[in-house]
């Protein structure tokens, strides 16, 4: 079988060939190649081609690919069911070990994606404050739902249009859509808007219009406004979850949310997600509440059992430092092969994400990441591909590094990159 012949196959009987629209190569075209195994650093396509991976599953595999105690959780816990719908042992523990790690969370309900999750936070925010407005910011993602589907409407204040076919002009009226890190817009909204304001809801660092850090102050005021206005503040950490920080982006910034989603490293690359804060908002969640939330696979054992295997490794000593150590060395590496290549470039990352930008800075909104120069990125991509690095087939994704990518891995990647860079200069 071929990458070709297999994309081919696929067109035949799936929208696009693929199951999530990214994979399909559109934004860099080509053929996307066909993944069949996995182990650390490195993934093999059908066509026995061998990638350094910096995508990682879109975020999850932290501790790498195929970690043995990840597989050996997953094999024992498969030897003895594969589904309940019921409740386990385990999910209390997985339970308990989110509930210590990120102490704004007193509560937390398991759910199987991180869609899920926000969607339900949204829906508690909205039970809990009897309000219907959300607050969300231009390039942010949180998920397909029809409410979080909402791209910026033609003022600086208006709320937002429909960003999908199939959501509702009166859903998209309901969410308001504001700048990424600007302040005074947040201000401005919440004093004329605020009384109607359900809840904010962010990802603390965002990796989805590729990383953009929180300026200095942004998270804070989001935390002012919401606490002002009695709206409700909900940190997306489905990728920061225990990647920025082993508590989190609210842990590396010392800002506490009532809400958090999670997905992810908390499956451990197993369908998973969670949203968990303060006791008496979840407790509006059914049973004990008005608000409805099910699943019948919730919590399903086995991605419990890999969740709760990665994440005892990844509080293991200097853990978090090690893997934060090498995507430093990683995006510094980058740098100095374009400035030697002369391409304008620019990179930053946090923790274990970390972002690469074809302009002349790091990006600090939504419009400044589409000033990227993104021909040359899909150029870039192609040529890091053809030597062997697979990173994310988008100028607009963070990357990702895991345990096991050593001195080897890194020094191979910047190898590469200096052929890439050359060849598109």
Same mark, same amino acid.
């Given at each position: 079988?071929?990458?070709d ?5 696929a067109?035949?009987?799936i ?9 399909a ?5 080509g ?11 490195y993934?093999?396509?059908a ?20 970690h043995?105690a990840?597989v ?6 498969a030897?003895?069911?594969l589904?309940f ?8 523990e ?5 509930c210590r ?31 219907d407005?959300?607050?969300k ?14 791209k ?19 859903t ?20 004329s ?27 804070e ?8 206005h ?7 950490e489905?990728?920061?979850?225990f990647?920025?920080?082993? @508590?989190?982006?609210?842990? !590396?910034f010392?800002?506490?949310p009532? %809400?958090?989603? &999670? #997905?992810? =490293?908390?499956?451990? *690359?197993?369908?998973? @997600?969670?949203l968990?804060? !303060? ?5 509006? %969640?059914?049973? &004990? #509440?008005? =608000?409805?939330?099910? *699943?019948?696979?919730? @919590?399903n054992?086995i991605?419990v059992a890999?969740?709760?295997?990665? %994440?005892k ?7 978090q430092?090690?893997v934060?150590s090498?995507?430093?060395?990683l995006?510094?590496g ?6 030697k290549?002369?391409?304008?470039f620019?990179s930053?990352s ?8 074809f302009?002349a800075s ?11 120069d993104?021909?040359r ?11 062997g ?13 895991s ?23």
């Amino acid at each position: 079988m071929t990458n070709d012949s297999l994309f081919e196959r696929a067109q035949r009987f799936i929208p696009a060939g693929v199951n999530s629209p990214v994979r399909a190569f559109r934004a860099v075209g080509g053929t996307p190649p066909f993944l069949e195994r996995a182990s650390g650093a490195y993934l093999w396509d059908a066509e026995g081609n061998r990638y350094l991976d910096y995508v990682g599953s879109w975020g999850p595999m932290v501790v790498g690919h195929t970690h043995p105690a990840v597989v050996a959780a997953v094999q024992e816990r498969a030897s003895r069911a594969l589904s309940f719908g019921a409740p386990t042992a385990a999910e209390v523990e997985l339970a308990e070990t989110i509930c210590r790690l990120m102490p704004s969370i007193e509560r937390v309900r398991l759910v199987s994606s991180g869609t899920e999750a926000t969607m339900t936070a949204i829906r508690l925010a909205r039970g809990f404050t009897g309000r219907d407005v959300i607050v969300k910011f231009e390039g942010c993602y949180h998920g397909h739902a029809d409410a979080l589907l909402v791209k910026a409407g033609s003022g600086a204040l208006t709320f937002g249009n429909p960003s999908s076919a199939g959501v509702p002009a009166n859903t998209a009226a309901h969410t308001a859509v504001l700048d990424y890190n600007n302040i005074e817009q947040v201000k401005t909204f919440f004093s004329s808007e605020g009384k109607s304001v359900a809840c904010v809801i962010v990802e603390p660092v965002a990796g989805n219009m590729n990383l953009v850090l929180p300026a200095g102050g942004f998270l804070e005021t989001l935390r002012e406004e919401c606490t002002r206005h009695g709206a409700l503040l909900i940190f997306d950490e489905v990728m920061t979850g225990f990647r920025v920080a082993l @508590g989190g982006a609210q842990a !590396r910034f010392g800002v506490r949310p009532d %809400l958090t989603t &999670l #997905g992810k =490293v908390i499956g451990g *690359g197993l369908p998973v @997600g969670a949203l968990g804060g !303060r006791r008496e908002i979840m407790e509006k %969640l059914a049973p &004990l #509440g008005p =608000v409805y939330q099910a *699943g019948t696979l919730s @919590g399903n054992p086995i991605a419990v059992a890999a969740g709760l295997a990665t %994440l005892k490794l990844v509080q293991e000593r200097n853990f978090q430092q090690k893997v934060e150590s090498a995507t430093s060395v990683l995006v510094q590496g980058f740098a100095a092969q374009a400035k030697k290549a002369r391409v304008t470039f620019a990179s930053q990352s946090i923790g274990s994400m970390f972002g690469i930008y074809f302009r002349a800075s790091t990006p600090r909104s939504f419009a400044e990441v589409m000033q990227s120069d993104v021909e040359r990125f899909k150029r870039f991509f192609h040529a890091m591909l053809a030597r062997g690095v697979y990173l994310a087939p988008s100028a607009y994704e963070a990357g990702f590094v895991s345990a096991a990518h050593g001195e080897t891995e890194i020094d191979a990647t910047l190898a590469a990159a200096r052929e890439a860079f050359a060849e598109i200069a």
